[in-house]
T-cell receptor, first 114, second 114 residues
């Protein structure tokens, strides 16, 4: 099993550019989510999905869009990149949500906006 | 509000010594799960250990154990016989019933000295 696959691993964008971070999982997990990791702040939830066709906002959703057309894929779109979006982005999936379900993380995408 | 606090930004330990990484949590929910993740310099998030709020025994996974003190709301990670490969960032996280995310602490950077 590949688990959670994120692409690309590294990306440099110019301010104002748009791009899509890809996330795919092959574990038939219903729950998928995007986090960003900034120094000294741990990981913060951007958007999440509890199943195909269902998405919702997390703690820091501004500047990002998501959609979930299939169980496997959960892309994150940056509409107009800003330097404040320089961060490491993680996609995570889980069989379900709740206190007993662990999360599988992708290897991360390091994004720099100049 | 749910919160995870890791008070040790950095720790330095001699190889083969045991090390305890502190984690305290704040929630009024009775049902929750506590997780520890390791993030090496390569950046991926590696699941280490899980403790459920109703588990009576402390969780163990190889050299990792979780010192769960419910009344004190603490979930410290204990690594026995530390190795150079244990040098990494360690995150404590919490999941809650009905919540759609993991709440992360700020992390502790552990350095193992030879």
């Amino acid at each position: 099993n590949a688990g959670v696959t994120q692409t690309p691993k590294f990306q440099v964008l110019k301010t104002g550019q748009s791009m899509t971070l890809q996330c795919a999982q092959d574990m038939n997990h219903e729950y998928m989510s995007w986090y960003r990791q900034d120094p000294g702040m741990g990981l913060r939830l951007i958007h999440y999905s509890v199943g195909a066709g269902i998405t919702d906002q997390g703690e820091v959703p501004n500047g990002y869009n998501v959609s979930r057309s299939t169980t496997e894929d959960f892309p994150l779109r940056l509409l107009s990149a800003a330097p404040s979006q320089t961060s490491v982005y993680f996609c995570a999936s889980s069989y379900s949500t709740g206190p007993t379900y662990g999360y599988t993380f992708g290897s991360g995408t390091r994004l720099t906006v100049v | 509000a749910q919160k995870i606090t890791q008070t040790q930004p950095g720790m330095f330990v001699q190889e083969k010594e045991a090390v305890t990484l502190d984690c305290t949590y704040d929630t009024s929910d009775q049902s929750y799960g506590l997780f520890w993740y390791k993030q090496p310099s390569s950046g991926e998030m590696i699941f280490l250990i899980y403790q459920g709020s109703y588990d009576e025994q402390n969780a163990t996974e190889g050299r990792y154990s979780l010192n769960f003190q419910k009344a004190r709301k603490s979930a410290n990670l204990v690594i026995s016989a530390s190795q150079l490969g244990d040098s990494a960032m360690y995150f404590c996280a919490m999941s809650l019933r009905g919540a759609q995310k993991l709440v992360f602490g700020q992390g502790t950077r552990l350095t193992i000295n030879p």
